[in-house]
């Protein structure tokens, strides 16, 4: 995955967020796109409808990223 330094997290506005509320799970390239979908089921103390705007930001970066998620929903990813 790119590194993302503290000083380059910090910077990053909340909107660059799938979780910007928590600033969980950035959304700045492919690799954290990703990383997003893969870590989605392991961010803790959020509702169901801020996983769903959550996705919805996902699903935008990974257009953006040209990343292949096959899940249209996110109740459809594998739990672990």
Do not use: C, Y
């Not at 995955?1 to 909340?14: E, F, G, Q």
């Not at 660059?16 to 997003?36: C, G, I, Q, W």
Request: no cysteine; proline share 4%; glycine share 2%.
């Amino acid at each position: 995955m790119a590194d993302l330094s503290t000083h380059k997290r910090d910077k990053l506005d909340d909107n660059d967020f799938a979780f910007p509320k928590e600033r969980k799970e950035p959304l700045t390239d492919a690799s954290h796109v990703r990383n997003a979908v893969a870590r989605f089921d392991q961010v803790e103390g959020v509702s169901d409808s801020e996983k769903d705007e959550a996705w919805k930001r996902i699903k935008r970066a990974a257009k953006k990223f040209d990343v292949d998620i096959n899940e249209k929903d996110w109740r459809e990813l594998p739990k672990r």
